[in-house]
C-alpha cells in the first residue's frame, strides 16, 4: 500500500460519482455530435483509458517533430510541421473526450477513470505548451515561461475549484473546448500565412509621445503575439477571479474558506520561487529552459494528481508537496556550492538543473504506478484493458 491512499481510505473509491457542469455552445451544438459519432471506432474491448493513454501519443509524436525541426522553439518550420501539430492537439481533445463517452458505454466509469484521464491532462499541458511555443516562436526566454504558468495557472485553479465545490465546471469559454480550437486553428493559420508573417502581423501602434520618453519610445507597435498574450493576461487573471468566487461562494465555515485560499497561496508561493530561480541565474533562463519547463510540469502533474486523488479519496487538501520545494532548494544548493565550495558555476548549473528534473519527473512517476496499484488492487480492475466486461441484461 502506498503512502497516498490510507487503507482507512481505499472504500471511499466506491463512492465515485461523477459530477460536471459544461456551458460550451461549442460543445453542446457541434462537437459532442462528433465525439458520440467518432467513439464507434473504438471497439468494445479496448479499456477507456487506453484510449486517453492513445490520445497522448498525438501530443508526444508533436513534439518529437518540434525537437527535430525546432529544439530552441525560434525558427520556422515547414508549413506542414503547423498543420501536423493542430491535427495532433485536435486528436488529443478528441480522445480525452472520446474516452469518457467509451467508459460509459462499456460500463468502466470509475475513479480510476478520472485520475488517468486527469494525469494525461496535466502532461499534456506541459507538451502542448513546448508544441506552442515552436509555433509562436516565443524562443527560450520569458514568453515559454509564462506560456506555461498561464496554463499551469488555468489548470490548477480548475482542479482546486473541483475540489472544493466537487464539481468540474466549463463556462462558456473553456481552456480544454474553445482554449484547445483556438490554438488548433492558429496552428493552421500559422502554416498557411507562416509563422513571420502571422504572429508579426501589426495590428496597431500606440502613441507613446506624451509620456516624455526617450524619441526611439515615441511608439510602440502591437503586433498579433503580443495582442495575444496581453488577452491571455486578462482571461488569467478573470479565471482567478472566477475560481476563487465560486469556492467562497460555495464554503460557509471561516476556517475552510482560509484552507482554501492557502492551497491558492502555495501555488504561487512555488511560481515564485521557480522565475526567482531563473531570473537569478540567466543561464537556467535560457539555456535550460527546456528543463526546467519539463520540471514545472512535473511538479505540477504530481500536485494535481495528488488534489484528484484526495478529492477521489475524501482526504484533505494537500498542502504539503516535496517537488514544490525544489527551485527553493536549487537557488541555496547554487549559492553553497559556488560561494562555499567554489565548484565551476557551470558545471554547478548543469547539475543542479538536472538533478532536480530528475527528482521531479521520478516523483510523479512513483506515484502514477503506486496509486495505479492501489486502486486496479482495490476494485479488482486493470487500468489498460477491462477486467470485467460489461454483460448484457436479458428479459
Not at 71 to 78: K, V
Not at 286 to 298: D, I, N, R
Amino acid at each position: 500500500m502506498s503512502c497516498y491512499i490510507p487503507i482507512r481510505n481505499l472504500p471511499k473509491l466506491k463512492e465515485y460519482k461523477y459530477q460536471s457542469e459544461d456551458r460550451s455552445l461549442l460543445t453542446k451544438y457541434f462537437l459532442k455530435r462528433f465525439w458520440i459519432e467518432f467513439e464507434k471506432i473504438f471497439p468494445l474491448w479496448m479499456a477507456p483509458n487506453m484510449v486517453t493513454l492513445l490520445g497522448l501519443v498525438f501530443n508526444i509524436v508533436a513534439l518529437a517533430v518540434v525537437f527535430y525541426y525546432d529544439p530552441n522553439f525560434d525558427q520556422p518550420s515547414p508549413s506542414w510541421t503547423y498543420y501536423f501539430y493542430g491535427f495532433c492537439i485536435f486528436m488529443y481533445q478528441t480522445f480525452d473526450a472520446c474516452d469518457g463517452i467509451h467508459a460509459r458505454k462499456t460500463g468502466q466509469s470509475g475513479p480510476l477513470g478520472e485520475l488517468f484521464d486527469h494525469c494525461c491532462d496535466a502532461i499534456n499541458t506541459t507538451l502542448s505548451v513546448l508544441v506552442f511555443a515552436s509555433v509562436c516562436g516565443f524562443g527560450k526566454g520569458l514568453l515559454l515561461y509564462t506560456a506555461q504558468f498561464a496554463t499551469l495557472t488555468n489548470f490548477y485553479l480548475s482542479t482546486w475549484e473541483t475540489f472544493y465545490t466537487h464539481r468540474l465546471f466549463l463556462s462558456e469559454f473553456s481552456g480544454p473546448v474553445e482554449g484547445i480550437i483556438l490554438i488548433i486553428v492558429t496552428c493552421c493559420l500559422t502554416g498557411y500565412r507562416g509563422q513571420d508573417n502571422f504572429w508579426g502581423f501589426e495590428l496597431f501602434t500606440v502613441d507613446l509621445s506624451g509620456w516624455g520618453l526617450a524619441p526611439e519610445f515615441d511608439s510602440y507597435t502591437v503586433d498579433l503575439l503580443t495582442f495575444s498574450m496581453f488577452g491571455a493576461a486578462i482571461m488569467i487573471i478573470y479565471n482567478i477571479y472566477a475560481a476563487r468566487r465560486n469556492v467562497i461562494n460555495k464554503l460557509q465555515d471561516p476556517e475552510e474558506k482560509k484552507n482554501a485560499n492557502l492551497g491558492l497561496i502555495l501555488f504561487f508561493l512555488y511560481y515564485a520561487s521557480v522565475f526567482g530561480l531563473v531570473f537569478l541565474h540567466s543561464q537556467i533562463f535560457h539555456q535550460y529552459a527546456t528543463q526546467m519547463v519539463f520540471s514545472v510540469g512535473a511538479t505540477m502533474a504530481f500536485v494535481v494528481g495528488r488534489i484528484i486523488l484526495n478529492h477521489l479519496t475524501k482526504q484533505g487538501f494537500p498542502y504539503l508537496n516535496l517537488p514544490m520545494v525544489i527551485p527553493s532548494l536549487q537557488i541555496l544548493a547554487i549559492e553553497i556550492l559556488t560561494k562555499f565550495y567554489r565548484f565551476n558555476y557551470d558545471d554547478v548549473i548543469a547539475l543542479v538543473v538536472y538533478v532536480g528534473m530528475g527528482i521531479t519527473l521520478a516523483t510523479h512517476g512513483c506515484f502514477v504506478f503506486e496509486i495505479i496499484y492501489d486502486i486496479t488492487d482495490y476494485l479488482d480492475i486493470w487500468a489498460l484493458s477491462i477486467k470485467h466486461p460489461q454483460t448484457k441484461k436479458t428479459d
